[in-house]
């Protein structure tokens, strides 16, 4: 697509996990959305593709779903948009009147890492009939009231899709029936410079193709084949037929997809009595789950080699379904096999010999005394693979109780499917009770135990969930037992509808009903660039047309976690076709390092590695495909170092650690522990946490050929700072090169250092070969290279009084640093500068130490410690929300942090008030502890947390901002300022300053890219201190202008202003102002434990409540409700955003996020199949967000506050939630006391916290004993 200059269709992962590129498909049946990422162009003959392009543009019309996601406040990076458009205009297609079950179905596989989702439901719901409100009133007034061109009142789908009715869609339909009538036609050959294709006329033709490339994989919806690598051949499958209906059941040809499949299934479940539909149902539940909807539309359900391990086929083979196999013709006739443990061969094998193909799939109806049930559980709701799932079923002797035959079946528990035979031997012709329930465990116990050191590691958490299945199915099957003799109707289970309850923000603030209506400040405007980016206009830096003569760089990393670098042999790499040139640190003309605050960093590394990733070489080859394979293709040999080690306690134990090592402490700490009634200690593991910024990182780097002139277009949070390294890189002056960003697609935090490399690298090979070069990292490359969130040890001793007052607490914090230093140390300062939270411990103490350790330098990321401090003391505050205040809060007008900051903590304690108010606190506290009174299994917990956090750079000289404003003579105003637009909103809330100002529209004011050779020496955008420091920059310079301008204004009143500006320019007056902020001269002193580490604090507060399952570690999030003091939002839709977006980033850092790694070292969750994000799925049904009314901040512009990172920590609410459901649990075994919990809590984490009598069958293997699939770093 990028070769016809369609850029709108994004690359998020290059592997179906993340939607960004969805496209939808259309042949003569329904439309159905794809991920372009697993399409290969031949499978799309005779098909049309329709990209986001295709269906509106701001040019000429925006469709309607571009145009409701984007008033919806739904755009941030808007990396996601495209995808998220394409999924829901599909749906749109194929249903006029959408439910909106339909919409959350739709977006199952579109992941989102900036909003939230809620204000994409919203804009989409809009379709369903269901009224929202624009938040875009105008004088005080909430909502527009209304009208064509907004979202309010916005018709149903129904009542616009005529315009849908096309010329070109007319014509495809009649191509499509010609297509239809005409038949296949031929076999189809497509030969590639590689890869030899085949799309077989019939199933003859394909099977004779089968017979004569055996080695040639059968292609149908390539979710599972992907690359074609190096495998010369592959046959396309045409053999689709439909859904057969038939009295025993339902058979299906084998290129259905996996939604036709689900969608048959539901038809049957509605035609038949719920009886004989129990094993279409139990189907049913697990497809729900099964990738997102884009995989299942194009999957088939016989894509054998992946579905053998889900629950879907698990469940199939229980119930000894058929596959009819048509044998070779020559061969003659078909086969039928069941389908069980004997039809795979192993992890990713079946027994289907080369020359067979499946011909369809055959599920019978239940019988009167079966019971069929399917288990999934997986680390995420949905869009995730399992971990373990199972299938089972049991017949019982006609009229009786009696177990007459039972097949179990586990997916997950080994290579291949695991059929349990012992166990259900064992238990034929016993009764199903309590006694059989007893036998059933123990037999399983043995027969499902897993090996310590197991692929796929969490042996202890499956062999667990096994047990926990078939307890689920026992409970199942008595109740249905007993609804069967009492011939109650079974109720159907239903989907959870839960898009219903979704809410919108509650409050956001109102600008007063004097302010004119005119400016712009104070309003819920939308983003500036939302219609670009749903439409796909909007351009990234891999979106800009390839330069002429354009290279490829790709990076080649070491596999070594700490080894001497013995040779380089690259000249098998530059034999690859298309390979130009090997770069290495000796290319490098000036400097071969990254220097920061006096730590440097090897761009490439010259002598040692000290981690797996570590950048050692690259190749630059005229494509990005060749340079891969060329990378691929270096061998590099190493000489292994020792120490190597990854884990905090491993580094403890080495003592290695960076310095400075830092220490904050107020009071007397050892004297008050003296006197405390009780103490406390322990300690607290958080987990790190990957950016997945939708957007990899990468940059163009062109060389100018004249005077070392480079320009870099880099997908940069810190362009001054890239421009900066790539100058010491190749020695050249920073005047030379100029760094350029038009947006990126999110940074959080991530985008600051490594990409400063990356561009340093890039101009390398620019500066080498003398032509532009390109780089961009995939999905894998960009987890392993540039890291993430610190994962922190934090060990604490913490005093109380009997009234819950806490006297002292002495805490240490550990942090994983990985081998460099990066940022890590600033990151240590801000975690212990958060360390007090909303309390007033008055004796505090804190010692920051940054391990060393052998792992990928971890880095920046949203909040930058400060969640790490806040949650450590967090977890010792051991009373119940509605005595904290009373007993811990800071109170006085005129309090001290722990570091002696003055502050003021009345707005903190008015957000802590109004949150336990509006969530209905104290009797929603009561109510769960009713539910876990009268619930053994499912168990809930609430938990509300109050926030102070410091919003600035406690590097005071950081604190600053710089603008430059044009007006040109037809009155149009261009804005440049340091800080970069990653869809947190900047470039909006700039305009809104300028346009109040300036006394124009919003729509005359334009922000072009930001550019160090417009405005040089920018501070990052980071800190949550980008739009305080960029705003008052822009404020400085508009107002000099209108100082300027002001003369004429007076001498011609009733002039507009495009007159002024003419008159002006005649008058000679400069329409070109800089803008300048001094921000505020922050620092801490180390020695003395003081100092105004920050320009002020923003507060909030969060309440969630939870419910977890007890027996599969299961999590739901039932409700949040936050209120966050935002000062006087500057623009309340995008503060809103920037709160939801935190919070799900944190919901996902504290519940679901877990990075894994080999015990050697190497990460091994390297894209989305691997490492969870928050999905539409994990968002509370109610997450009501209020900004806090009436409250000022006289630091910042116009009364605001920055916002971007303390949402983040208000995740720890569901962590702490969980931890009290598990409580709960606990004390159903008898455990009262206080136990362990690591964030994030995972479902292995629930699970197996919740201690109960399977948890205690399984044995628990001897740390150390064996060698683990993941460690803990
Ligand atoms: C993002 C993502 C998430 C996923 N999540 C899940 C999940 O949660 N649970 C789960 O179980 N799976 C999951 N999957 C796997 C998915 O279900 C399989 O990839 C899919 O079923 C394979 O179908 P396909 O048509 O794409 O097969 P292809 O990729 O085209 O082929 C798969 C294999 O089957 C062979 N094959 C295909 N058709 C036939 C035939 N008729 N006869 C003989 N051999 C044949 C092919 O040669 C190939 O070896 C996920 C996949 C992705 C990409
Ligand atoms: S890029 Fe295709 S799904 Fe992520
Ligand atoms: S707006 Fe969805 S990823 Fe940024």
Known sequence: MSAARLTGTKYGCGSGGCGACTVMLSRYDPHCSANACLLPVVSLHGAAVVTVEGIGSTKTKLHPVQERIAKAHGSQCGFCTPGMVMSMYTLLRNQPQPSLEDIREALTGNLCRCTGYRPIVDGFKTFCGVSECCQN????????????????????????????????????????????????????????????????????????????????????????VGDPGFCRERVTDPTGTGALWAIAGVTFGSACSLSEVKEELQGAVGRLDPEESRVFQALLNTLRCLAGKQIRNMAVSRGPQRLKCSAFSVAVASYKLTHKLPFSPFAGGTREVPLNEKFFAGFGRTHLRADEVLLSLHIPRSQPWEFVSAFRQAQRREFAFSIVNAGMKVVFKEGTDTVQSLSIFYGGMGPTLLRVKRTCEGLVGMSWNEGLLEEACRLLAEEVALPPTAHGGKTEFRSILSLSFFFKFYMQVVQELREKVGRHKRKRSEPESYLLTILHPSHIQMVSEIQSSKDPVGRPRVHIAAFQQATGEAKYYDDLPAVSGELFVFMVTSTRAHAKIISMDFSEALRVPGAVTFLSARDVPGQNRRLWFNNTEELFAEEEVCCVGQIIGAVVAESREQAKRAAERVRVTYDDLSPVFFTIEEAIQ????????????????????????????????????????????????????????????????????????????????????????????????????????????????????????????????????????????????????????????????????????????????KALLHMDNGYKIPNLRGHGLVCKTHLPSYTAFRGFGGPQGLTIIESNVDLPAHQVRAVNMYSEEESYTHHRQPFCPRDMVRCWDECLEKSDYSSRRLAVQHFNATNRWRKRGICAVPLKFGIGFSKGFYNQGAALVNIYKDGSVLVSHGGTEMGQGINTKAVQIASRILGVPMSSIHIKETCTGNVPNAAPSAASFGTDAVGMAVKDACEKLMKRLEPVMKAYPKWTWSQWIVEAYCQKISLSATGFFMGPHTSVDWEKSEGAAYYYFTFGACCSEVEIDCLTGDHKNIRTDIVMDVGKSLNPALDVGQVEGGFVQGLGLYTIEELQFSPDGALRTRGPNQYKIPALCDIPPQLNVHLLADSQNPNAIYSSKGIGEPPVFFGCTLFFAIKEAIAAARRESGLNGRFALSSPATVEKIRMACVDRFTEMVPCPEPGSFTPWAINV
């Not at 946490?689 to 939708?694: A, R, T």
């Not at 540039?786 to 007052?805: E, I, W």
């Open 137 to 224: 009133g105008e004088s005080g007034k909430n909502c527009c009231g209304g009208g064509p061109s907004t979202l309010c009142n916005a018709p149903a789908w129904s009542q616009v899709r005529t315009q849908e009715k096309t010329v070109q869609t007319l014509v495809l339909h009649l191509h499509f029936q010609l297509m239809l009538q005409k038949g296949g036609g031929g076999r189809l050959c497509f030969q590639g410079n590689r890869v030899k294709w085949f799309s077989p006329a019939d199933l003859s033709d394909l099977l004779e193709l089968r017979a004569a490339h055996p080695n040639a994989p059968l292609v149908v919806g390539n979710t599972n």
């Open 654 to 829: 080495h003592q290695s650690f960076f310095n400075p090592k830092r220490k904050l402490e107020r009071g007397n700490v050892d004297e008050a522990f003296g006197k405390v009634d009780r103490i406390l200690e322990g300690e607290m593991y958080m987990g790190g946490q990957e950016h997945f910024y939708m957007e990899t990182q990468g940059l163009i780097a062109v060389p100018r050929g004249e005077d070392g002139e480079m320009d870099l277009y880099v997908a940069t949070q810190h362009a001054a700072f890239t421009q900066e390294v790539v100058g010491h890189t190749l020695g050249v002056d920073s005047n030379k090169i100029t760094c350029h960003v038009k947006r990126l697609g999110g940074g959080f935090g991530g985008k600051v250092m490594k990409i400063a490399s990356l561009s340093a690298i890039a101009a390398t090979a620019a500066y080498k070969t003398g032509r532009a070069v390109r780089c961009v990292l995939d999905r894998g490359d960009d987890m392993l290279i540039t890291s993430g969130r610190h994962p922190f040890l934090g060990k604490y001793k913490v005093g109380f009084m009997n009234d819950g007052t806490i006297l002292a607490a002495d805490i240490t914090y550990y942090s994983n640093g990985g081998s460099t230093l990066d940022e890590s140390s600033f990151i240590m300062e």
